[in-house]
């Protein structure tokens, strides 16, 4: 039997689809979405819009009209995820909800960053506040699954993308830019899809044969949002300057066996890998350490395969154009063995989906 009233259930529903508004832009931080209830009247609402402003508790206290603090002592306030208990960029949110005497709190999900994961809901509780909490926390843990990975795994949830021909390849054979772009493999209306997905990343990863032969600029140009982090992994450091990459119109990462000082301008920096390592653990360590949630891995198919064979993966997303078959080319990656992923259609393209 469920445990939880049907009107909790109710006011953390609108909590999710609030926390949703902050997609793209909250980043290192999840998003929460907060509602304030009293006799059956939402008396305030809010979201954590970005990351570095008010928490999602702090705007729905501050959307209260003044004729209505007084309500707030016998309130309850609906959070999509648990209030925080430590000094970030901003104050506590479990301690602004003691001040203000809100009697009763429901929460979807516990956070799982050790910073807080429990501690927020056990300062409302000594100070006399009832707590309820598990309110869809599946969806909930669901809805900020990338900044959670970061917490429990350790390193940033990993989205490894890319489009093939009917006939399983990723483009034509290419040894040198001379020999033409590369191969159109996604749909106008796709492509939009998949800058979508760009935005909802913090960072986005080539190969050097990549960025050499496409000379791809990683940016958002088909959706709205912020530009991912820029990554391009150039073990012997070969990779031109004139590169859309090191435009500088956005902060990228070179991870290199061989950096060279003073070869790139202002934005781009140059990360020294040690060639004795393994490469995935060194470029994801660094990563996390830089409080990057997610990164979208978008090829070659050489670092694709390296990323599958580590077993480093969250989700893989593959378009499939089955118009197009080119006889011979670039061998897409296999999806791991036994992968049964979900099926949709993006304008006539198949988009296959594996998530774990």
Request: a neutral charge.
């Amino acid at each position: 039997m469920d445990a939880f009233n049907s009107v909790d259930k109710q006011y953390i529903a609108r909590c999710l689809q609030l926390a949703r508004c902050g997609r793209g832009s909250t980043s290192p931080n999840p998003m929460v979405g907060a509602v304030i209830v009293c006799d059956g009247r939402i008396i305030g609402e809010g979201y954590h819009i970005r990351a570095g402003e008010p928490h999602a508790e702090v705007n729905a206290v501050a959307s209260v009209k003044d004729t209505d603090r007084g309500l707030l002592a016998r309130s309850t306030i609906y959070v999509s995820l648990e209030p925080c208990s430590h000094y970030g960029k901003t104050p506590p949110c479990c301690d602004l909800i003691i001040e203000r005497r809100i009697p009763r709190v429901v929460i979807a999900a516990t956070d799982l960053n050790a910073q807080v994961n429990g501690t927020g809901i056990e300062r409302m509780r000594k100070a006399g506040i009832e707590v309820v909490a598990g309110v869809f926390a599946d969806e909930a843990y669901k809805l900020n699954k990338k900044f959670f990975t970061l917490h429990t795994a350790g390193r940033p949830h990993i989205t490894l993308k890319w489009a093939q021909t009917a006939d399983g390849f990723i483009d034509r054979r290419r040894e040198a830019v001379s020999e033409g772009a590369p191969l159109a493999i996604s749909t106008p209306l796709s492509m939009v899809a998949m800058h979508r997905l760009r935005a909802g990343c913090d960072a986005i990863l080539v190969g050097a044969r990549t960025a050499l032969l496409d000379n791809p600029s990683l940016t958002l140009r088909h959706w709205g949002g912020r530009n991912p982090l820029r990554l391009v992994l150039d073990r012997g450091g070969v990779l031109p300057t004139t590169l859309r990459l090191f435009d500088s119109s956005a902060p990228t990462i070179v991870y290199t066996y061989r950096p060279v000082a003073g070869k790139f301008g202002e934005n781009i920096e140059q990360i020294k890998l040690d060639e004795e390592a393994d490469v995935l653990p060194q470029i994801l360590a660094h990563l996390s350490a830089l409080k990057i949630n997610s990164l979208l891995v978008e090829g070659g198919a050489q670092l694709l395969r390296l990323f599958l064979d580590a077993d480093l993966w969250d989700t893989v997303r593959v378009e499939r154009n089955n118009r197009l078959a080119i006889g011979e080319g670039v061998a897409a990656p296999s999806l791991p063995k036994g992968a049964q992923p979900s099926v949709t259609m993006c304008d006539n393209n198949e988009i296959f989906l594996l998530e774990r």
